[in-house]
């Protein structure tokens, strides 16, 4: 048996390889060049084509870009009408973000246990936290997996509540043949870095009620009632501020790297499902559990989850993932599950305990890289990893 590096062995590979990373193209490069020669710098003509791109794309009438993803949840949030006294229901494993952008407007997350087996918001669970506050469910999700909209919104239905995606994770996925996008009232997207496609910074909403629409659009641009190329065309200067809004605008040359991005999505896509594909085949008969993908889930496999097994290891994930780190695997950990915390026991009450699916999980997580420029021969380095750990460390012993 091969010596682990961390124990003075020859490691797997020298140069870490990152749990994920960009997939720039010289003609990304090219459009964002071109679009900084252009006479508009933020947003404009290029903006509006990205969104009308994206929207297609998703299948939804309706697309608004925004600055970031959190950007995108807290106009959905504003457009919503959230508020102080208002609460949102949302699962306890995703990123602070998820719930921060209602805090932002004075409203509180009642954190809700997550489905043991997908991690995803379970709709049992979701339903026990919606009290007469709950304006919105906010699904996430996680790893790309679709939630079951359609449990979702029948539950959002029958309590008269509205549903938020938070689709960070979910680009090109789908649930029963409908697009993540189309799913929600409101469905939320990321372009940072390391999610399907890239603006540096920058995000998406999606809805098919143009009345929702029109507020995001609002609440993006100081809440002001008309924005500056509008008011160009009606050949006024007069502008009303109705709303008290912010400024969340993406700029041209994001957007032309947005609409390159977005050409390539199908490319993304496939090959991050056929390097989840190959750990599926690999992993099977070790110690490394994938989250396990419901039948009616396309999933889009923004991130590749295993869960430890809960028998046959003699170490646990901190000691794993010290050890496929050393062996140059850049392994991650999605997500601490946020009532763990300071921010949400201090200002929520939350304590360790209060959700055991999610705790349980987080123990034995691991987020192995899965990025579309991967070439087979670093998927194959992250097999061979695996297995020395899993010889070492488990292996039924
Ligand atoms: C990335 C992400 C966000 C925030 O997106 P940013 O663009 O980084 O602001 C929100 N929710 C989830 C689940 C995410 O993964």
């Known amino acids: 048996m ?81 508020g102080s006294g208002d609460e949102i229901v949302a699962p306890v494993m995703t990123m602070a973000a998820t719930t921060n952008a209602a805090m932002f407007l004075g409203a509180q997350p ?33 790893a790309g997996q679709a939630c079951d909209y359609e449990e979702l919104q029948m539950l959002a239905d029958k309590k008269g509540l509205k549903l938020v995606a938070d689709a960070c994770h979910s680009l090109g996925g789908k649930w029963r043949d409908r697009p993540v996008g189309t799913l929600a009232d409101l469905s939320v997207f990321s372009f940072h870095p390391v999610k399907h496609i890239t603006t540096g910074e920058g995000g998406m909403v999606t809805t ?8 995001l659009r609002l609440f993006r641009n100081h809440g002001i009632s008309s924005d500056f190329r509008q008011r160009e065309k009606r050949k006024t200067w007069k502008y009303e501020v109705v709303e008290l809004g912010y400024n969340y605008r993406l700029t041209e040359f994001q957007a032309a790297l947005g609409r390159s991005q977005l050409g390539r999505l199908q490319l993304f896509l496939a090959r991050r499902r056929q390097i989840a594909e190959t750990y599926d085949r690999a992993l099977k008969e070790t110690g490394y559990e994938p989250v396990w993908t419901a039948r009616h889930a396309r999933h889009a496999y923004h991130l590749y989850v295993v869960k430890m097994s809960e028998h046959g290891w003699s170490k646990n994930r901190e000691d794993v993932f010290s050890a496929l780190r050393a062996e140059g695997i850049g392994v991650n950990v999605h997500y601490i599950p946020l009532h763990m915390h300071p921010l949400y026991r201090q200002r929520l ?11 349980g999980a987080y123990q034995r997580l691991l987020t192995l ?18 297995r020395k750990v899993w010889a070492a460390y488990g292996g039924g012993k």
């Open 2 to 82: 091969d010596r682990l590096a961390i124990e003075g062995g020859k490691p797997v590979r020298t140069a870490m390889l990152p749990y994920a990373r960009q997939s720039l193209s010289p003609e990304d490069v090219t459009a964002v060049t071109e679009a900084l020669k252009s006479d508009w710098l933020t947003s404009g003509p290029l903006v509006e084509k990205f969104e009308q791109e994206f929207a297609e794309r998703v299948g939804a009438k309706y697309a608004v870009s925004c600055s970031s993803g959190t950007a995108g949840l807290n106009l959905a949030y504003a457009a919503l009408g959230l």
């Open 110 to 142: 009642r954190l809700t246990d997550v489905d043991e087996r997908t991690l995803l918001l379970d709709p049992g669970k979701a339903a026990g936290a919606v009290t007469p506050r709950t304006k919105a469910i906010v699904a996430v999700d996680y």
């Open 208 to 215: 098919n009620d143009a009345g929702l629409a029109d507020k």
């Open 349 to 359: 009450g939350y304590r360790e305990g209060d959700f055991p699916a999610a705790e």
């Open 369 to 386: 890289p899965l990025f579309p420029s991967m070439t087979d021969s670093d998927v194959q380095d992250v097999i061979s990893a695996l």
